[in-house]
């Protein structure tokens, strides 16, 4: 079992910004129309807003004001398909013969946004990006927790995803439009998570964990909630 405070939140999609936005979309949750929307990074030099691609922009609108008058603040991104967009360019430009870009190769490792995080908030802490399948959320919290048992006063998660290119539909049908949710985790026992195995009459959620999150955490009556990933059962418990 992890236990842990969620001291703050911030979350992202295409209009989708404010906590009154997500608790409309949390009483009536549905899948937003695509575009081509991108969050608001403007805090950012301009210069440094030119190498940030949407997915990295999604990471930085929701982290960037929960780690404000913080130092030392850890870090743990998590994303289960990572740049796919430059992923799918760069493979197009191979099929074609085309010379590669270097620079949009170096963007497109699962491990640019933290870099680029400490580059531009001069941060020299604890980070680590990670890829953990369905349920990246919950692998996530325990690296951050366990950096929270080596005694950092808080830690930063971010978990996003962008929507893939349409040649990876038949492959990737876990991202229903592109979010970001960023939690600022603290020591503590407001919450509770524990593994078990099986998971027979178990019903699937519909929607990416991340999400499902920001519906209990605006759900002020339930205090228990499951997800469950593979043979993998994820119980939740809040303490009220």
Request: negative net charge; aromatic residues 8%.
């Amino acid at each position: 079992m992890i236990n842990f405070n969620i001291a703050a939140w911030r979350a992202w999609a295409p209009g989708l910004d404010t906590v009154a936005d997500w608790q409309a979309w949390s009483q009536h949750p549905c899948v937003l129309a695509a575009n081509s929307a991108a969050p608001d990074v403007s805090f950012l030099p301009a210069m440094q807003r030119r190498r940030l691609s949407r997915l990295a922009r999604m990471a930085f609108c929701v982290g960037w004001p929960l780690a404000e008058g913080r130092e030392a603040l850890p870090l743990v991104f998590a994303s289960r398909h990572g740049e796919t967009p430059r992923t799918f360019d760069i493979l197009s430009d191979l099929a074609a013969d085309q010379p590669l870009s270097p620079t949009q190769f170096s963007l497109s490792v699962h491990n640019a946004v933290i870099g680029l995080w400490s580059i531009m908030r001069g941060e020299t802490s604890e980070m680590t990006a990670i890829a953990a399948a369905g349920d990246g959320l919950e692998h996530g919290l325990i690296e951050a927790c366990a950096l929270l048992n080596e005694g950092a006063p808080a830690v930063l998660l971010i978990i996003t995803e962008e929507q893939p290119p349409e040649a990876y539909a038949r492959c990737i049908n876990d991202v229903p439009f592109p979010y970001a949710v960023g939690l600022l985790l603290t020591p503590g026992e407001q919450w509770q998570v524990s593994l078990a195995s099986g998971t027979a009459g178990i019903e699937q959620a519909q929607w990416p964990h991340a999400l499902n999150l920001l519906r209990q955490l605006l759900d002020k009556q339930q205090r228990s909630f499951q997800h469950t990933w593979k043979n993998r059962v994820w119980n939740w418990q809040h303490s009220l």
